[in-house]
């Protein structure tokens, strides 16, 4: 616990000082109130909010950790979120609804992992073919309208609360939960790290890189899927063109933010999260505090910026050295 405390320092710091960052701009951002059935807040909003690119990064680090990328998350938001708008307007019930929704993010995640792991396909190329032609796939289920429902039960897990907290927090926090405790009580974190450090070498070593590929991007879709799910029950309806729209670029971002390596390895999910947690601060920062919405992405780019380079180890070997070669000199 202390070695994930210590590794994962810059992220929380760097969440902490966003915070207070935001609130010298807007003082009423850290307050927390009850209004008799849920918590409620900017606080409480942003955990909220965070739910649709905290899910795609928990997915997004298991590929990402097999050396992959996955561009097609967004669209699968789409086409999961068409799905569920589909089949609960079409009288189908909620239990069948949701699953037949998660079925279709695994089936998108077992066509990009075939792609990969059987055909050979370079992971951007396979994702990228699902990114651009599911929202055809979207529109075409939703007949190309925006579908709309008022089923409370579906609109509830977008917009409902478990003992007063957020019910898409409740979901997030508890996949990666489920995820991070699967992936580290169990020896499929180590084979999925094993087969991003060296894909031939695991294989050699009797891993079934195959297997795993495909799991991942599996993994990958279900999450995308449940992003979707989110999504569309908090605006109670299906909009093919924009859900999940540029959000696979914020789960990429979360996912390096978060402290993890794009040549794969060694993954870390709740570093990930505290990635998602830092991108959402910025955007509910930026338009809480008054700036322009046509300066909101220059801004929230040059943050990301700047958070990169406060976290990159060659600026913190660099100081390591400068402290070396100043405090002598300081003695003398």
Known sequence: MGRMARRLAPQILTLAALVALVSVFFPNFINISFDGSRFVGPIIDVLKRSAPIALLAVGMTLVIATRGIDLSVGTVMAIAGAVAAWAITSGLGLPLTLALALAAGLAAGLWNGALVAIIGIQPIVATLILMTSGRGIAQLITEGRILTFSDPGFAFIGSGAVFGIPFPTVLWMATAVAFA??????????????????????????????????????????????????????????????????LELDAILAVVIGGNSLLGGRFSIAGSILGALIIQTINTGIVLSGFPSEYNLVIKAGLVIIILVLQSPNLSADWIYLRSVLLPRRAD
């Open 181 to 246: 405790v699967l992936m580290r009580r169990t020896a499929l974190g180590l084979l999925i790290e094993a087969t991003g450090v060296n894909r031939a070498a695991s294989a050699l070593a009797g891993v079934n890189a195959t297997v795993i590929l495909i799991a991942v991007y599996m993994a990958s879709g279900l999450c995308a899927a449940l992003a979707g799910i989110v999504t569309t029950a908090d605006i109670r309806g299906a909009d093919a063109n924009n859900a999940g729209l540029w």
